[in-house]
């Protein structure tokens, strides 16, 4: 099982419609949750982060987080042809300070 | 947000030589800071993790004295690529934790390396 999973899509949105990505993690002790932008040649950008359980709003982004599930979430409403990009998760643990990323989950909003 | 810069953008550079590359953290002190690759649609690779005043901690199949890391000082880390062949044609990117609840990681704009 791999650390942290994402499911590498193509997700296909509308333009105006909830894009909504998902990660799965596997240890238990990971304390802070990330979600990046990725655009094609670029680095990644931090966009939400995230390490309490529940929701977490900001703007068009809500991160959700449900440490029992072991599972975070990434909504983005009234998606933009502009949020087209590879999304990626990201888990931090402090133990061992290291940050593990899933393997992207690449989003494509139709206009 | 926090600021990490990365120097140069794009270098190409002939088969045999080095290259350095340098990441900064503008507006926060890294006592770590971490140096990844990335190939053509592939993931984010961890390389190795540089630590202020020590040694860098090198990710297994990551060869320490072809890829040289030195972090001097709390705002900046160096990869230097020594005796660049073609296969080390990738996109190194780095990054720097701000430390505090969440230690949020912030990465630099990457330095596209193409070697001839």
């Known amino acids: 099982q791999k ?32 979600w990046y ?7 990644p950008e931090l966009i939400m982060s995230i390490y309490s359980n529940g929701d977490k709003e900001d703007g068009r982004f809500t991160a959700q987080l449900n440490k029992a599930s072991q599972y975070v979430s990434l909504l983005i409403r009234d998606s933009q042809p502009s949020d087209s990009a590879t999304y990626l998760c990201a888990v931090f643990t ?5 940050y593990i990323f899933g393997t992207g989950t690449r989003l494509k909003v139709l206009a | 947000g926090a600021v990490v810069s990365q120097h140069p953008s ?22 770590t800071m971490f140096w990844y690759r990335q190939f053509p649609k592939q993931s984010l690779m961890l390389m190795a993790t540089s630590n202020e005043g020590s040694k ?3 990710e297994q199949g990551v060869e320490k004295d072809k890829f040289l890391i ?6 900046l880390s160096t990869l230097t ?9 990738s996109f190194y990117i780095c990054s720097a934790p701000k430390q505090g609840a969440v230690y949020e990681q912030y990465f630099g704009p990457g330095t596209r390396l193409t070697v001839t």
């Open chain 2, 70 to 75: 030195n972090h001097a000082s709390l705002t």
């Open chain 1, 94 to 98: 402090s133990g061992t300070y290291k």
């Open chain 2, 10 to 31: 794009r270098v190409i550079c002939k088969s045999g030589t080095s290259v350095k590359i340098e990441c900064r953290s503008l507006d926060f002190q890294a006592t």
């Open chain 1, 3 to 34: 650390e942290v999973e994402q499911n590498s899509g193509p997700l296909s949105v509308p333009e105006g419609a909830i894009a909504s990505l998902n990660c799965t993690y596997s240890d238990r002790v990971s304390q802070s949750f990330f």
């Open chain 1, 37 to 43: 932008r990725q655009y094609s040649g670029k680095s």
């Open chain 2, 56 to 58: 860098a901690t090198y």
């Open chain 2, 81 to 89: 690529v020594t005796s660049a062949h073609p296969e080390d044609s």
